[in-house]
């Protein structure tokens, strides 16, 4: 007896030995790892499968998108241009001297505007609208004169002071201000500040460009008291002054107060919970620390788990990996619902008595997060890795640790708790089981015949939880500039510039005619501003052929005009001259030296050019997304949609895994408790599981991926509630049953006041988490006894 | 992280709108002593004059010269009836601006349309004598007058307007007989105003029309 109590220390020592070393191993390897540089991923773009298309999204979000994410716009507004202009200026500088923005760059806007028209004047034959090249393929010379001659003697002022001989029809004139259409609405110049009136208010219009990192909270606070000092400085000396702010990094930190306030409101009030309900049953302090520091832990080591197969682990996996781990507060709770045993405290026994329930519980978590692991998404992968390696260190710490630690508990435990399980399984036992049992049944068959007709929707624009005020702020700043710039847009792709141009000249067409039908209000695109070569070539041989082809109506419009005998002969010359001198598009960038110009082109992508496309108001997406599936060399980028499919795609998935999970873990449990206990084990959560996903929907109209995940937690909380109950039920020991109940309500009580208050989250990700968990557990504990009918009356105790 | 790339819509709009702030439109300030002005010329409810216009292209052998009736109805517009050397009417009013060049009217974007807006604005406050609007666009100042001729200078506000506006000089005695306006030193347009009748009876009803 005693050699097998040594053995049995030896191999007991032996594991600890092992699970210790694999915990230290798994830190060390964390400690390096992060030490080693960015381990966790923020971006959501990372979560896209990988391949092309994800590296040029992400590219494209790089270029395009991060550059505006670091810009703000400040509004400064007065009844009086000047005055608005004046306080802008020193705002101007009162921004530079904070040294928390990028230094104003000091342009000259007529310097640039006329470096701009100057371009367009040395090459004044090549650009024509579409308008202008059908009138020349027509050989329309009666539109070509009426146009002239109204340009000529009309009221319009030139943008171009392209000189007449040059360009006898206007046409230059004609391009630029279309050019132009595409960027701005009416803004004027004082004193150099961009001014827009609205509602009969001057806005002076300030684009701040952030020296730092939008995300960093301290910097964010740092952006917002300078400014705040700066606006109050400013409004001290005139009192008329308002003041609009507009910028992704008031929202991100408008976001990081609302989290940091939620988080310290819920982890406040969730842990004085768990705390008081471990307190006030166990007597002790120990349970909630050690439990505490268990679970901790366990986060550590799923994340270093992750890291052993990924180079970074995305938010998310952190986020709900966590959460899915609130599964083991079971098996220290069943460790600790053994001290209501009536014999002297043995914590090895204990362990003992719990231990075919915990290993079943754990075997069949990792079967119902195993499945994760075969899905093609890597947050869903990371997130089945995490749970597992955390479930899988609680569970070594109740086996290994909790023994040696807790070989002594001087306390009781409250009774009423233990009375409460005992009330409430005599209650069960009084019920008519078939007739329950029967109402069960038909619930369910009930339930899953509705549920294909419930809607499962995941859009991310439903998913923010924007301040009322900074979406004012966001409306008025829109409505004082006009249309909005939408998210999504075209990328081209080109082996050169040449190729990349031509590409986006016939994008450019689709465009226009789908802005005519009031698909898009508009877009900025490089083709707007230059051609291609080969548009250069075939405008300028348009024109000339025009010219020499309809000699007659040309030289009397020259006459009309008053221009001299000699012009037509020396606009023929030019013309045929201009053939030969293209300007390349570097050379125009270069001459409008406009740092938005250059961000939408780049010209070496592994080996490519590529020009980015934005969009303004994009209302038809769907013929968005034709256009490019028609061109092969356009990709359309859609962010906010590619999110919303990918999110759809990950809930999909979940769900299928998630039934998937509960036939593995029914064919494990079955091949052990036989078909009819197998599945009565599963009853509860399968119940919750539907009834909550009705109730979402019901409540919500849709459930989304996170009514899913958090399935996945019910479903290991349900079948460890029907394994502990029923491993408890066939020890034939009187007290088990009413132990494992115990340990059941303290689990519900637990998870209810971890997860419960996600619910008043305005996130709305936790919300739908914890509203699942909430109505899910709380399910799953009322129908938890249903397990005992599985088992025949005389197995009972 | 959804946070960030919703939030881009905003700012992506802010942003994309400040490119090319250069574009021409003009400044609209508050009064400014504009008020002084308001009965400078007389502000009939229609008016009507036989203009004649000589615009100075340093290119062209000869300004280009061109006739026809001016004709303006308050709260409707004006419209410059060109007859010589072809038929053009030039029309501003509620629906911006409209021309026909022998009958045929021309192409306007409604992009255009947007960029003329407050010239236009301008030139009709210009003809119905509302100098308190005009304030906000220029700078005016009254010059010595020559006999009975009263003169005013407007020079635009807008820094991005001046190099392709350098200035305006009204004269007149009871209205505005002659309009300069300076593009630069050597391009420049001289609008003279003949024959002035002012009534409702001064305008047609075919004439009305054209405006609708």
Known sequence: MNKDMSRSHQCFFIALTLFAACFFALSGFAVYRISAGDVVETNILALLPQGKESDLVHYADQKISNRFERRIVLFVGDVSAEKASAAAKKIQTDIDNTKLFSAFKAENQSDQMRSLTDFYDGHRASFLTAQQKKWLEQGDAKAIRAAALSQLYGVSMPLVSAGIQHDPFSFLNTYVAKAMDQTIGDFTVVNDIPIVLSDGVYYAVLSIDLAGNPFALSYQNEVVDALDQIQNAATAKNSELSFIRSGLIFHARNGAETAKSEMSMMGTLSLTGVFLLLLLVFKSLRPFIVISLSIACAGFVGFAACLLFFAKVHLLTLVFGTSLLGISIDYALHFWAERYKQEPWNARDAVRSIFPSISFGLLTSIIGFLGLCFTPIISLQQMAIFSIAGLIFVYGCVVFIYPVLFASVPRTPAAWIYDGAQKYLHWWNKRRERNILRIMFALIFILVCALPFLEGKDDIRVMQSLSPQLIANDMNAAKILGSPISTQMFIVRGADNEAMLQTMEDLSQRLDDLTQTGGIDGYMALSNFVQSQHTQTANISLLHDFVKNHEAAVKSLFSEMMLDENAYARYLAFLSAAQTQHYTLPQFLDAANRDELWMLYDENYHGQTLGFVTLKHAVNIDALARIANEMPQVEFIDKVASLSSLLDRYRYWAGILAIVAYVVIFMVLALRYGLMLGAAILVPSIAASFLTLVIVALLGGSYSLFHVLALFLLMGVGVDYGLFLVESARDKNATHITRAMTAIILSALTTLLSFGLLTTSSTSALHDFGMTVLIGITITFILSPIVLMGIKKEERV | ?212
């Open chain 2, 1 to 212: 992280m959804h946070l960030r790339s919703l939030l881009l819509l905003y700012v992506l709009t802010l942003s994309c709108f400040l490119l090319f702030s250069a574009r021409t439109s003009t400044v609209m300030a508050q009064d400014g002593g504009a008020s002084k002005f308001e009965n400078f010329f007389e502000r009939p409810d229609a008016f009507r004059a036989r203009y004649t216009e000589l615009k100075h292209i340093p290119t062209l052998t000869n300004p280009l010269r061109s006739e026809g009736d001016f004709i303006y109805i308050k709260d409707i517009g004006i419209g410059w009836l060109m007859d010589q050397p072809f038929s053009m009417q030039t029309l501003i009013g509620a629906n911006g601006l409209m021309q026909y060049v022998d009958g045929e009217k021309q192409p306007q974007s409604e992009k255009m349309q947007k960029t003329m807006a407050p010239i236009m604005r301008n030139i009709v406050a210009m003809f119905s004598g509302d100098f308190s609007a005009l304030a906000h666009g220029f700078e005016i100042t009254q010059q010595p007058a020559n006999g009975d001729i009263k003169m005013l200078r407007l020079v635009p506000i807008s820094s991005n307007l001046k190099p392709y506006l350098q200035e305006i000089n009204l004269k007149g005695v009871r209205y505005i007989e002659e309009i300069k306006i300076v593009y630069a030193a050597d391009k420049y347009t001289i609008v003279h105003y003949e024959t002035p009748r002012i009534g409702a009876a001064s305008i047609t009803d075919k004439e009305r029309r054209l405006f609708e």
